[in-house]
C-alpha cells in the first residue's frame, strides 16, 4: 500500500488563499522555529526520509503553516542554507565596512564560517547534501546557490574594491577567495565530517582560524 501521508509530506501543497499574509513577529518566531526543527530532523534522517509531519510536530506549528511560508520541503532546505549564509555573510554588510581592517573582517569571516562547518547539524546537512544528491539533484542545485556561492560573490566584491583602492594587491580576486574557503575547510572538517575525529576545541578552531587568514593575508599583501 502506498504511504499517502509520505507523499502528501513530500510534495507542495495549495493553501489556503483567503488567509491573510501575516508579517507579525509571532509568524517570523514560527518561521524560524520550523528552520530549527527542519535542521534537526534533516541531521537525523536525511533529506528522503525527513517527514515534514515531524518537523511540524518538533517545531509546534501547523502544516498548513509550513506550506504557507515555505511551500515544500525543498522550499524550506532552501531557507534554512539562506539563512546559515547569512549568518556567515553578516560582517560583509556591515555599513562600516570600508573602513574596517581587512584582516579583522577576514577573521570574523572564518570564524563564522567555523562555527557552521563544525556545528554538528550543519554537518549532517552537508553529509546529506553529499549522500543525497545524485538522487535529489535539487539538494545540491539549492546547497550551492543559497550557500558558498553567495559567500564567495560577497568576498569578491569586498576583495575586489579593496584591491581597486590599492588596500590590498588581489589581480585574481576569485582565485584568492577559492583557496580561502577551501583552506577554511581543509583536513580539519573532512576529517570532523567523516566520523575520523571529534570536534575540536575552540582553541585550536581559533588557531586554524588565524593560521588561514594570516595565509590568505600574505596572498594579499601589496608587492
Known amino acids: 500500500?502506498?504511504?499517502?501521508?509520505?507523499?502528501?509530506?513530500?510534495?507542495?501543497?495549495?493553501?489556503?488563499l483567503t488567509e491573510p499574509a501575516d508579517d507579525t513577529p509571532r509568524m517570523a518566531a514560527r518561521r524560524q522555529a520550523m528552520i530549527d526543527a527542519a535542521a534537526a530532523v534533516f541531521f537525523e534522517h536525511g533529506f528522503e526520509r525527513a517527514s515534514l509531519s515531524a518537523i511540524v510536530r518538533r517545531s509546534g506549528g501547523s502544516l498548513s503553516t509550513l506550506y504557507q511560508l515555505f511551500g515544500s520541503k525543498e522550499g524550506l532546505f532552501e531557507a534554512m542554507i539562506t539563512q546559515r549564509c547569512a549568518e556567515i555573510m553578516e560582517p560583509l554588510t556591515a555599513p562600516s565596512l570600508p573602513d574596517q581592517c581587512p584582516r579583522e573582517t577576514l577573521m570574523r569571516i572564518a570564524r563564522g564560517l567555523m562555527g557552521v562547518l563544525m556545528d554538528p547539524e550543519a554537518q549532517g546537512v552537508w553529509r546529506m547534501v553529499m549522500g543525497e544528491g545524485i538522487k535529489f539533484p535539487r539538494l545540491p542545485e539549492i546547497y550551492f546557490r543559497c550557500g558558498p556561492d553567495p559567500l564567495q560573490a560577497a568576498m569578491i566584491r569586498y576583495l575586489g574594491d579593496l584591491h581597486e583602492r590599492g588596500i590590498v594587491c588581489c589581480p585574481d580576486v576569485g582565485a584568492v577567495v577559492s583557496a580561502f574557503c577551501g583552506m577554511m575547510q581543509s583536513d580539519?572538517?573532512?576529517?570532523?565530517?567523516?566520523?575520523?575525529?571529534?570536534?575540536?576545541?575552540?582553541?585550536?578552531?581559533?588557531?586554524?582560524?588565524?593560521?588561514?587568514v594570516d595565509l590568505v593575508m600574505r596572498m594579499l599583501a601589496p608587492g
Not at 500500500?1 to 489556503?16: A, I, L, Y
Not at 566520523?195 to 581559533?206: L, Q
Open 1 to 16: 500500500m502506498r504511504d499517502v501521508r509520505r507523499e502528501c509530506d513530500d510534495q507542495p501543497m495549495t493553501t489556503d
Open 188 to 212: 580539519l572538517f573532512y576529517r570532523t565530517v567523516t566520523g575520523m575525529r571529534p570536534i575540536p576545541e575552540p582553541d585550536e578552531i581559533e588557531r586554524h582560524v588565524q593560521k588561514m
